[in-house]
């Protein structure tokens, strides 16, 4: 695991909106002022592991103070007709104790075998748990894939994706959703047979983000965990 820092300033304003999930008025301020300077951005250095298999946890792992919230969380994937759930960590520092968490990823095969869903939940150091977004995926081939989300200002990071952003949506209508917009798109989509095949496909798609922003200055390396 290595550390790294974001440099938000390489960001278009398409970008800095979706990766934020802020107003867009309010977040095209904030962009404009950084690009000139006026606002100096903080970067906190994050760990990065590009093995999610290294990061599964189950949830007897997860302090205990989270476990309803998280349990709550796996009973509306089941509702949704999310099967194989699998538990992602998110370290909240390389330089924290190990049993230390920001949050989890939820990953989840849907009983189609055609999508799949991710959601994360942050677990603050007071308060309570705070779901993200939705994003329910499928994948026409290897390389592309095909997203629908409740995140405000979503937009697409590779050229073959295509991605959708429908805020206030709940789970089950964003699956509604997503099988009408794969049908309109026309688009032949992998079955996905099992969770581990489900997990190499995004891992692959989060890594290739990954070395993206890595070549264009977006991550930067400032040390190793």
Not at 46 to 71: G, K, M, N
Not at 113 to 134: C, H, I, N, Q, W
Not at 185 to 206: G, M, V, W, Y
Request: hydrophobic share 35%; net charge negative.
């Amino acid at each position: 695991m290595e550390l790294y820092e974001v440099d938000v300033r390489k960001y278009s304003l398409q970008e800095y909106l979706s990766t934020y999930s802020i107003n867009t008025v309010l977040g095209t301020v904030l962009w404009f002022l950084m690009k000139v300077y006026l606002i100096r951005p903080q970067s906190n250095p994050f760990p990065l592991c590009r093995s999610q298999r290294e990061q599964l946890i189950d949830l007897h792992e997860i302090p205990e103070r989270y476990q309803t919230a998280v349990s709550a969380e796996l009973k509306l994937l089941k509702e949704a007709g999310f099967i194989e759930t699998q538990l992602i960590k998110l370290p909240s520092d390389s330089r924290q104790p190990e049993h230390k968490l920001a949050g989890i990823t939820l990953m989840s095969l849907h009983e189609a075998k055609l999508m799949g869903v991710t959601v994360t939940v942050y677990f603050p150091d007071a308060g309570e748990p705070v779901r993200m977004s939705y994003y329910i995926v499928s994948f026409p081939d290897s390389v592309s894939s095909i997203t629908t989300s409740n995140q405000r200002n979503l937009i697409d990071f590779e050229p073959a994706d295509t991605a959708s952003s429908h805020p206030g949506a709940t789970l089950v209508e964003l699956i509604q959703i997503h099988q009408q917009r794969i049908e309109d798109l026309n688009r032949s989509c992998l079955t996905i047979d099992n969770s581990e095949e489900l997990l190499q496909l995004f891992e692959d798609r989060a890594n290739r983000q990954l070395d993206y922003n890595i070549s264009r200055g977006v991550l930067k390396r400032v040390g190793p965990s």
